[in-house]
């Protein structure tokens, strides 16, 4: 091999390699050298990842709980980039194209695509970073591009833009837009977490006139009164519906946000939801929930759940440039891409550190 | 006494008596003479009973289940019947119109009734043959009356009209509209009693495109076929759910109606909804039921519960005079008034004698 | 008579008589005595009023352009004032209650209430200072009170309350909700006068993402940018559909809002709709205007007209006391309730006096 | 070249080479040899049509009426076919699949796509038979197949399917949907043509209580009472207008569905709307109307305009196998495609031959 020859096999074995936290099964994540992602299908976009972050279903999958995700799987749903390649088929972005990238990937064609219900694309839904290799990398690659990219300005926050991935579309969604928030009303989001923050974010484009934040921990409470809460309620005390009840005259709440996930926190939901109210699931449940239709079956509750569509994004995305979004603000701690697994561990500890969301920069 | 003041007592003793049923605890209804209502109030009406009916709620109130319910209590919340006094305030009625009497009572001017959702009446709600006297009487006191009752011309079928006051409202506001049935939809009504076929009914105004009819009755499910189900499934086996999806090709149903008030009929709902789904709650529960979050977080499933608030009456007036509605359909038994303990009991061992609704005229 | 008997009439005199503003034909107003109303129907209520406030139409009336209003009726549909009388059929209010009046007159009862379509009530809508006697006067009598009236807590701001009787339900049902405002949107008012500051200042609980404001008057489109207008165009220069299409890229408007009553102004909202956008018509028309329907035809464009049913005064009552809302922002004269003439001269000019709304307040 | 190469060239010229009607300027239409379509990006379809048909528009283009029309173009918008070929892009579909061909393209990726807005896809909408070649040919290529085209079972009545193309859809999203026809509604169908009658048939989805059919010619009111019109007003004495109010004792109508497109039976429309009711157009319009805004501003009216989405395509598939919907009905006259002049002559001539919509079908 000549020298000219060597140099190029270089190159090349280096543009063929990146690095990526992979799953090695429950507990055993790793940063490490992996073979960088092509275009496969002529749908398919490349991107290079400029911001990514880390999602609570991110430390679900690390402990075992998601058995679909296998080993040697990269994680990651979220992520800002810039594009490297891009298949045949796609029309609407080309190789620079700074975008974010949407945690749910749609095909654009199916049935549920065609009804904007992108969470139950049959050819996508939340494949990142869970059936297929994620966005904690150097580089992804995302099908169906033209459906589940958006263009951002080059100019824009990635700290901002990279919580319209996943984060705000699913507060928003789920709990704002399901729940049907209207001026004037009292609101309650149970659980101060990021998602209940961005539940808290964007309930405001709706201008109700209280929004009372119910968790256990105390700085998390805070940091809902500085994003916009009107009332806050530890609920360790275990008298949070009591609470409400009393500051609503008895009446309960219009809308209840559910941003845990846990039994105990929908039971409070339910029982400070007042007549006519919409009770909103944000919250990933792993167990089933006792539903007291014996008080409920004459309420005219309205209860949902829904795994995030982002077919919001658009809108969120106007809403940034427009200012009346601060999505930045979730974001409390940053990081080298490289250092994810020290990123891993503050997430991971977040009421220790009071972490929200961490923001993972390429360098 | 003169011979002519004696008459003119007897004829107004006579005219302020009258046959009423009276609930004298668990168990223990009586036909008997109770002291004619008038008119307490300047919104109230006293409505002569024509045609009267008995829900399943009336059974329960004999079982001593709703203890709201207390001994001297006329019971029914049903009924047709002509107008014999309006108080000054009554504006919409005078003597000697017919009128449909609806089982919920609205003040008109509470947050609730202004917002259509008469049920949660601050002043009213349902409260004839509950919290006052009701309609399984002679004569009844209507509250409220221009916001309480309905025109009916003379010449409609007071069989047909009589459904009208409660069962056709709540199978339409509860199950029809609450489920958002569409065109084209494929739903499932659980529970073919007559809640469930008022629910049958109303559903083909929206032209589904297939209807699932579930119950333990074989008789009942013949009835809903010939009310228009375009499936029948005899839950007894145990595998509804599974009959279901095989159906449905593993995608389950656009709308479950649960018109049964059980665990095990809110279990198959729940357990056949397909993504994006409604499910309607209709029946009255007793007990909590346990709701499979675990399963449904990610469904995007919306469930609702509701008393009737039978803002949709004059609809349905307009279906019924267009025939587009053949409620009558609904009658199985027709009594005397005087004879209502005989229709209890053929009302009250319904599958033994395959009652849906009876029908209460006076002579 | 003796002495006693003396002070008794006089005081009865005074108090059967106040001061109105009386119309005397077009062109003759008159604050002048006037006999006092009285409760004449059981659903009444006399308010005494202690704020008052002049709408355009009032100066409609007074060029003859409402041959309805004939003379001798007292103007005004706008007030905040004290109970003096109640009816023996009202139920929700009792002598001394501070309250809102709402413009519309609403009986609660017929089918038009019973939709929350107050303003074509059979038995109300529009009524006072049209075909019965109004607000700018020391006392008012208002029909079916309870549905009628709002109670207003007596430390409220009666200025920024009296814009809850017509102004704010007008520009926010007639604009804003029915221009289905919605968060990110661009949205366009076209005319800066009350009604569209009105709209303006409601829009914002639904968080656009921009609000051109387009006006004649540059001082107004001043205003309007302080209330929260992002892009100002004054269209004396003819090129407001122009420089709105730049502005939008030639995309439109998601929503246009017509708050002028006049052709050239529908003319604007028509020009610059987007493809699927909304044209909500809030202005008061003397004329037909051409609908190009040539263009609009393959748009999916939704064009609303509406009278205020005021069925958000509750709401905005919410907003209100929430802090959402500074509606006291449109007053910007204030006038003793006897100096009303000079108030109508200061409002009929308003362009020379950089006028709004103007308040009368009794002493 | 050998008589087998001859052979083989003949077979492939003739495989490219089919015979269409190509527009050659005003009134030149012309049925010939012209080159078979061939896949030209990956997300093209070529499909050759088994049944086509002729709509109100194509009679507009052939009378110049469309400039965006150029010589040579193919004209046609609605067919039934079978897929020939498929581009690599092609998932949903394969060589040998029958399919409906949508009047409208939509690339399923553009903002309006993905609000469901096809009508006004930034690479499609209306492009077929306008701006590129149409299905009045044995083949035609469809951009975006796999969200352009709909699966039809191979049993399928062509007849019946062919009108899913454009003529229900139209009916049903314009008309109907954007009329928000409710059970009970009262409405009116102005013009009796295909696409009014489309309405019709569609409007009885939701069981409106009364249907008035107005037009001019009694032959097509006849046509509309076989459909389920429950009233026919022949406009030709112009009182239809007094008619509907008599009929509607001065209330009006709840729906008013304009489907001429002339200013006159946009006229009616206008006339005949009750407080609070919605004016549908369907109507392609070539000239402005009067809007009478000086008597509409205050009646809470909604006029919408649309160009068919084709997003209700799947529902209508569903209704018609589920047998709620018998759109064969509309065609009253079936031809060889190769006598498609024939069928232009008769469907030109609708009146004189009773004739609503013509079936074009290839042997």
Redesign the interface.
Known sequence: MTTTQLKTLARETSAASMHALVYHGPGKPAWESHRRPAVQD??DAVVRITTSTICGTDLHILKGDLPAVTEGRILGHEGIGVIDEVG??V??FRKGDKVIISCITAC??C???????Y??CR?GGWILGNTIDGTQAEYVRIPYA??SLYPLPASASEEAAVMLSDILPTGFECGVLNGHV???DTIAIVGAGPVGLAALLTA???????IFCIDLDDNRLKVAQSFGATTLINSAGGNAIQRVMELTHGEGVDVAIEAA?LPAT?DICQGILG??GHLA?V????????????K????????????V?T?TT??????L??G?LQPARLVTHSFALGDILKAYDIFGNAAKYSALKVALKSL
């Open positions: 002529p749908q045949a088929g029309s609407a654009g064609k049935d549920f695509c065609r009804k904007q219900m969470s139950h050819n033209d459906t209207q001026p004037g405001q484009f709706y201008s109700p006139a209280a996930g929908f007549a006519g699931n919250g990933v449940h792993g167990k089933p929930v006792l539903l007291h239709l014996e409920l079956w004459d309420r005219n509750a309205t209860i949902t759940t829904r795994l569509d077919v658009p809108l969120l995305i106007k809403a440039y427009a009346k």
